[in-house]
């Protein structure tokens, strides 16, 4: 799944509201004693703090790692930190209000957290600026993107009952281990660069030729999830699917100028695009950015969900009637970029607020959280989205111990992994634990092939594994009980989905709910 290895000024009456509590809130935001360390770690040093957290819970929050490894992130990668602010007294409250960020009080907050960040930062900087301070454009989350250079900045934020989280975006590990496994210096082994047409498929074997000469994939047959047997059933109409990723190939036809074509018609299909442009120290260079697929990854998600079901020889999506939005948040799957990290708050931010939109499937990750990103799929969730994330993909040796990364192991989130034919195995590259809900079929045994998908171009399938294409094809499989069923709520289909799968009668510790048999969740009574 990962790679070889995304305000108006404070309004009067909130002056009015905040002054009388001035000289408390000041006193809430001095400084506290502290007997942390004042030298920044390296980036091996922080590889290891973060490899070891990871190897003991499964897990690394960086609202709980101490200022000083925070600050040494800052140091070691963009300088970028995502700061989430709200007014004093709700400390350790867990949902924010739908419009937080348009609130009186909550906008006094942000100018006083923007104020001590510039009083904090120009001990050093005198001639710092509000408008050198902030990197990205705000969203609709009460957050602020700056540039911090020094640990105090951390410490007085740490300290102050107006921040909720104060975490660097644009720092992930990865290259110690890796080099000291002799491996490549990134962590994925299904990402950009393959999505090439593949050679040797055969008929009958690798695919089945539909009535219409579309092509169904191997993993699409009966005895794994009934998907074949659903269409005479349901086939996604009317449903709308978003997929954040990489984008969608311009070169694509199928996702594009013939996504309406033989079965599959009446629907629609947009390419956005949420990744910001590219800077340096605040200033932006290159073009703007386009929804168009360079990393060839988001493309072969989109395919496995919902390619069209036409007459040109390409290989059908699950939902092949679904609507579609693909989103271009991030250049690979692995989120290690701040932009990547403020790509992906803003694609959901964008899929929560269409009202037409109902399922979301992300296959891309990262090791450490993002309380940003958190915020955000918290506010897809809250609009009534059906959220599926990948468990993780990655190479075989980090496969066996890594376990569901982030954001799939977000409660919030429908986690997915990958297996093999014999219905029992994960998937050589993909991640497993307690915090899978699903696994799909996409590698056999015999000879290691994956499930077939959409090229950068032309009809000639590619193929693509791990946890990415499990994720996007469960995604395609709820599109079509949704479908079935469009009066339901999310929470009536995921209980038609867990009534349909393998592990009903007892959950898997590693493999979650197990296999869904589509045809019969189609038919099936809602827990």
């Not at 703007?288 to 390619?307: F, I, L, R």
Request: aromatic share 6%.
């Amino acid at each position: 799944m990962m790679r070889s290895l995304t305000l108006a000024p404070a309004a009067l009456v909130a002056l009015l509201l905040t002054g009388c509590q001035h000289e408390a809130d000041q006193a809430r935001l001095e400084p506290q004693p502290t007997a942390e360390p004042t030298t920044a770690l390296t980036s091996q040093q922080l590889d290891n703090e973060i490899w070891t957290q990871l190897r003991k819970t499964g897990s690394y929050n960086w609202n709980q790692a101490p200022a000083n490894v925070v600050w040494s992130a800052l140091l070691r990668s963009d300088h970028v930190l995502s700061v989430g602010y709200q007014p004093l007294g709700r400390e350790g409250a867990h949902s924010l209000p739908a419009d937080a960020r348009l609130l009186p009080r909550w906008e006094a907050a942000r100018q006083q957290v923007l104020d001590l960040i510039l009083a904090e930062e120009r001990k050093t900087q005198p001639d710092l600026t509000l408008e050198k301070l902030l990197v990205f454009e705000p969203n609709a989350l009460p957050v602020v993107t700056v540039r911090v250079q020094e640990l105090g900045t951390i410490r007085r934020l740490r300290a102050s009952g107006l921040v909720r989280y104060a975490e660097p975006m644009g720092y992930e590990p990865g290259s110690t281990r890796a080099a000291a496994r002799g491996t490549a210096s990134t962590l994925s082994s299904s990402g950009c660069g393959s999505n090439t047409a593949t050679a040797g498929l055969l008929e009958g074997a690798d695919y089945t030729v539909l009535s219409n000469g579309s092509k169904s994939s191997w993993h699409q047959a009966d005895q794994y999830h009934g998907i074949r047997s659903a269409w005479s059933q349901s086939t996604g109409s009317g449903i709308k699917l978003v997929v954040i990723d990489t984008g969608s190939s311009d070169a694509q036809e199928n996702l594009g100028s013939a996504f309406n074509q033989g079965l599959s018609s009446g629907r629609t299909v947009e390419r956005l695009v949420t990744l910001p442009r590219n800077s340096i120290f605040g200033i932006p260079y290159g073009s703007a950015e386009t929804p168009n697929d360079g990393c060839g990854h988001g493309t072969s998600m989109a395919g496995a969900a919902a390619a069209p079901r036409g007459t040109d020889g390409n290989a059908v999506g699950v939902a092949y009637n679904a609507n579609l939005i693909t989103i271009r948040a991030a250049e690979d799957v692995f989120l290690d970029a701040s932009r990547e990290v403020q790509g992906v708050a803003n694609a959901f931010l964008l899929a929560a607020n269409r009202a037409d939109v109902r399922i979301i499937s992300m296959s891309m990750g990262r090791l450490t959280s993002s309380s940003q990103m958190t915020d955000a799929i918290r506010y897809a969730y809250g609009k009534g989205k059906l959220i599926f994330c990948a468990a993780g993909t990655s190479f075989d040796w980090s496969a066996g111990w890594v376990g569901v990364i982030y954001p799939a192991s977000l409660t919030e989130a429908v986690a997915v992994t990958g297996v093999k034919d014999d219905l029992a195995t994960r998937c050589d590259e993909c991640h497993v634990g307690s915090d899978v809900e699903f696994t799909v079929v996409m590698q056999r045994r015999s000879n290691n092939l994956r499930a077939l998908t959409l090229a950068q171009s032309g009809d000639a399938p590619s193929t693509v594994g791990g946890s990415s294409v499990a994720t996007a094809s469960m995604a395609g499989m709820a599109a079509l009980v949704w479908a079935q069923y469009p009066n339901e709520t999310r929470t009536q289909i995921m209980g038609r989905l867990v009534a349909a799968s393998s592990n009903r009668a007892a959950r898997s510790s590693s493999f979650g709910w197990g296999r869904v048999n589509v045809a019969a969740a189609l038919g099936a009574q809602p827990l």
